[in-house]
């Protein structure tokens, strides 16, 4: 019988030996287009993160124009464009500075290197030869993005002269892509392409574990969470992406804490949000918004709800600025409506034991 840790300090500490203490949990955010931020931007956004006892951010190296959600920003081009190896730094050469201002917050750097977004949008030469599907098993789309990974770790941020490799300080995490193969046409090319992804980035890690490797989620609990992937020994971490209010329940979320756990892996919620209007939340569509009293009980409820199965949480998304409430919107600004609520949640994960611990990769 497997137990718990909390339960093996108990017996530990009955039997006279030094108590040990059980990890604990914490929380995080995403700001996909966090890259183009100013340095008071930044400073907003982290110091709120701060206050909130968040350790985690999560960025994307797509490109983007500003301004999205309300946020002003200076807008930066893809990482590569209209053929293999036609890189344009900018985004890479922003989230050195991002990374380093990071730091002085506590908080680390959760990095996707590519984007399903754009991958369906066709904003580079992945979408425009390979689309969504012969993206995922054509040698070459294989080939070129397993040079992609390469050229993003190989990346030198000049604050500690160090690649991206080996800037445990600064990342967390990287993951090969956000959302791949959302609509998982096909599973077995899917799990295939993440377990190569994921052995390309330990590759060019170079021996460092001190940076986790992670899938980038799904659409919900269970195709975020595969059955392959739980077999996979390049993935350290899975990544959950859910939004239907019945993923977010403690007992749906404990038999893949203990898959994982029988594993030696890792689970992160790595995208949740609470939505602003009178919907469902998994089908945010502007409508009557809610009181601002039900929507902070939904953020404590079912951020209680993630923390108590002992997995940490990222949410989607926290804003430099107030949240325009535009399209599907589970967001919310620093220092606006809401905001006291998921700082609150945010804070009281240190409060749970996690099922993992991730002490070694935070600051």
Request: hydrophobic fraction near 40%.
């Amino acid at each position: 019988m497997r137990l718990f840790p909390t339960l093996v300090a108990c017996l530990v500490s009955l039997a006279g030996a030094p108590r040990v203490f059980a990890a604990k949990s914490f929380a995080g955010s995403n700001l996909y287009y966090a890259a183009g931020l100013s340095s008071d931007e930044q400073e907003t956004l982290f110091s709120g993160l701060q206050d909130a006892g968040a350790k985690v951010l999560r960025v994307w190296l797509d490109a983007e124009d500003s301004p999205q959600k309300n946020t002003t920003f200076t807008s930066y081009p893809p990482l590569e464009s209209d053929k293999p190896g036609s890189w344009d730094d900018t985004v890479l050469n922003n989230l050195d500075d991002v990374m380093f201002n990071a730091n002085k917050y506590g908080i680390k750097l959760l990095i996707s290197i590519h984007s399903y977004n754009a991958l369906a949008g066709k904003n580079d030469f992945y979408g425009q030869w390979y689309g969504t599907g012969d993206f995922y098993t054509d040698k070459n789309a294989i080939q070129y993005f397993k040079n992609r990974i390469a050229h993003v770790l190989a990346h030198v941020n000049p604050h500690n002269g160090k690649t991206w490799a080996e800037s445990s300080e600064y990342i967390f995490a990287f993951e090969a892509q956000n959302e791949a193969m959302h609509d998982q046409a096909d599973p077995d090319a899917l799990t295939a392409w993440q377990c190569t992804m994921g052995q390309a980035i330990k590759d060019n890690l170079n021996g460092n574990t001190g940076i986790l490797v992670t899938t980038g989620g799904g659409a919900y609990l269970a195709n975020s969470l595969l059955d392959a992937y739980f077999s996979c020994k390049a993935l350290d971490m899975l990544a959950i992406h859910a939004y239907g209010t019945s993923d977010f329940a403690t007992d749906q979320l404990q038999p893949y804490v203990s898959k994982a756990q029988a594993s030696g892996q890792k689970l992160i919620m790595e995208e949740w949000g609470a939505c602003y209007f009178d919907s469902e939340n998994n089908s945010c569509q502007q409508s009557q918004p809610l009181s601002s009293d039900t929507r902070d009980n939904n953020i404590k409820k079912w951020a209680d709800s993630i923390s108590a199965a002992g997995i940490p949480w990222l949410y989607w998304q926290i804003l430099p600025n107030e949240d325009p409430h535009e399209g599907w919107d589970y967001e919310v600004g620093i220092n606006g409506v809401n905001w006291d609520a998921l700082k609150a949640a945010a804070s009281s994960t240190s409060s749970y034991d996690a099922a993992f611990d991730f002490s070694g990769f935070l600051l």
